[in-house]
């Protein structure tokens, strides 16, 4: 049933949904109307990650279910387009390295984060993560916009410098998460 305190959880959802659907729209490499169609439902998805957050934090009305889903919903909108994007981007290695360097450290600090999460040890979110996600969100809406929108110029070489500044912030909170945990590792409080 649909509440103003289930908002927050409705939204996580339709990212979780939304997400394949862009892929699609990428894979299939359908410009520009593809593209452009997909970008809109990239830009919703987005919008609603930040949302969800800020009402469930403002309403008070966190959820374990939210907290659970809601980084699951982030980590598969992110590596649904990059591997969107894989299949059609022609930059070779300068679109690769970066994807992979943010595909990594997201499954790497999954699983440290659940590592710790065991241990009763939380890993907030730093802010220079938050720039980082920005990055990520403003790197791949320039990717899956350029050919949708041929007319605006550097779109594309925007999309990839972005996603430079996304994986040169990715390994240092990456690094950051590792050192924390390491940490804990060798010292159980």
Same mark, same amino acid.
């Given at each position: 049933?649909? *509440? ?13 949904? +939304?997400?394949?659907? +862009? ?77 992979? +360097? +943010? ?52 779109? #594309? ?15 240092? *909170? ?9 940490? #804990? ?5």
């Amino acid at each position: 049933m649909f *509440t103003i305190a289930s908002l927050p959880n409705w939204m996580t959802v339709i990212r979780i949904a +939304i997400a394949p659907l +862009i892929a699609v729209l990428v894979w299939s490499d359908i410009q520009p109307l593809g593209y452009q169609f997909a970008l809109y439902l990239y830009t919703v998805a987005s919008i609603t990650d930040y949302i969800d957050g800020y009402v469930a934090r403002k309403l008070n009305v966190v959820s374990p279910f939210g907290e659970m889903l809601d980084p699951v919903a982030d980590k598969l909108l992110i590596a649904s387009v990059l591997l969107a994007l894989a299949s059609v981007e022609t930059s070779g290695w300068i679109f690769m390295v970066p994807a992979l +360097i +943010i595909l990594i450290r997201e499954f790497m600090i999954s699983g440290l984060r659940e590592y710790l999460a065991k241990q009763n040890i939380s890993t907030p979110v730093t802010n220079l993560a938050k720039w980082k996600t920005t990055a990520q969100i403003l790197a791949l809406g320039f990717l899956i916009g350029a050919p949708g929108f041929p007319s605006f110029p550097f779109a #594309h070489e925007v999309g990839l410098a972005l996603l430079w500044i996304a994986a040169i912030l990715t390994i240092q *909170t990456g690094s950051g998460y590792v050192k924390d945990a390491f940490r #804990h590792v060798r010292n159980p409080q």
